[in-house]
C-alpha cells in the first residue's frame, strides 16, 4: 500500500508502527480530532511518507514545523515534487 485515506474518521493518534510502513508514501488524515502530541516524530523523521495530507485538525502549519522531524519530512516531501517537475 502507498496510499492511505483515513478522512474524516475522528482519529486522534497515528500509530508508531504507520511509521514502519515500507512502501506508504502519502498519508491522508484530514478533518480528524488529530493533535500534535497524536503524531508520532517517527513518522516524520523515519517514515517514508513524503505527502501529508492534515488540514482540519487541532493544530496549523507552524505548529506542525515546529516538531521534531519535521525537517526530514520536508526533504522527502521536495525530493519527491522535483521529480515531479
Known amino acids: 500500500m502507498t496510499e492511505l485515506n483515513v478522512n474524516q474518521n475522528q482519529i486522534s ?3 508508531v508502527s504507520l511509521s514502519e510502513c515500507a512502501k506508504l508514501k502519502t498519508l491522508r488524515i484530514e ?9 508520532p516524530t517517527e513518522l ?6 513524503s505527502s501529508f495530507h492534515w488540514a482540519g485538525n487541532l493544530f496549523n502549519e507552524k505548529q506542525l514545523s515546529e516538531l521534531e522531524g519535521y525537517s526530514e519530512y520536508m526533504k522527502r516531501y521536495t525530493a519527491v515534487r522535483r521529480k515531479l517537475d
Open 31 to 39: 478533518e480528524n480530532c488529530l493533535s500534535l502530541k497524536g503524531i
Open 44 to 49: 516524520l523523521s523515519k517514515s517514508k511518507v
Open 13 to 15: 493518534s497515528i500509530a
